[in-house]
């Protein structure tokens, strides 16, 4: 196995599309155990038959990042029907392009749950386990928009730095036990959120004007994110742990 991961069990949010499916389906192609969690219930089930269909072993569980309760029951439901698990993956999540003065106190909160806190509730309720067995990676989902150079989302930018900064805390905490964690940060990637239901001469604008800024000249591809954090769960890295890796064709230079 590329990865030597076979026999692991992992819990991947929004799973149900983009990024999340694409780590999801490769976990469960290379013989991980996966909760499959996503606010869309159907998404989630989708990913789950694929998975299952290929042979694979996965368990959809429908649930919003930022209902704390929820996320103890799902990760207490994955652990019973899955295994210990070994690896998590916080990805789910949305994008809002709102000028500052037009960001209301619900969508400053929402945006905080859902990435922040919901990375937060999941970290909290699988490290118990990780730290018993002196074992488990997790990555986060943080982006390049935590490093300035995208405007009119102010609060998707707090949230993405906030979880640059909670995966920094985190992974000097846990290391002691042996357990990595980090996060990547992508630039824009190929998916629906991205395309944000564009479509046609449209989407090839928007595509032709935003890669303009990216040396590598392309937007990143939901399957390239998705090798990259098989690589940071996988034991092929053994040393690399508190990093946020850049994933944006070489637009930031770290
Ligand atoms: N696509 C990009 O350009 C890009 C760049 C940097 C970071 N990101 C981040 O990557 C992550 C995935 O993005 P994507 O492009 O694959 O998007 P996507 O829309 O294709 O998939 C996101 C999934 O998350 C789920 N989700 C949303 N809110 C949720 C919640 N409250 N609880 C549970 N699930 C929820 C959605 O239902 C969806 O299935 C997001 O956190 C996004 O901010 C994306």
Redesign the pocket.
Known sequence: MQWDIEGRSAIV??????????VALRLGQYGVAVGI????AS??EATSQEIQKLGGKALALA?????SARVAEVVAHARETLGSIDYLV??????QRIPIQEITDSHWHRML???LS?TFYFCRAVLPGMITRRFGRIVN?????AFGKVPFAAH?SAA?AGIAGLTKALAVEVAPHSILVNA???????????RDGLTGSALDARIAKRIQAIPLGR??Q?DE?AETILFLLSRANSHITGQVIG?NGGELMA
């Open positions: 949010t929004g799973a149900g599309s983009g990024i999340g499916r694409a969690v996503d606010l869309d998404r989630a649930a919003d990042v930022a209902d916080n990805i789910g999540g949305f994008h749950d859902v990435h919901g989902m943080s982006s390049l928009h998707y993405k990547v940060a992508p630039g824009p990637i190929d998916t629906p959120l991205w937007l990143g939901a994110v994933f």
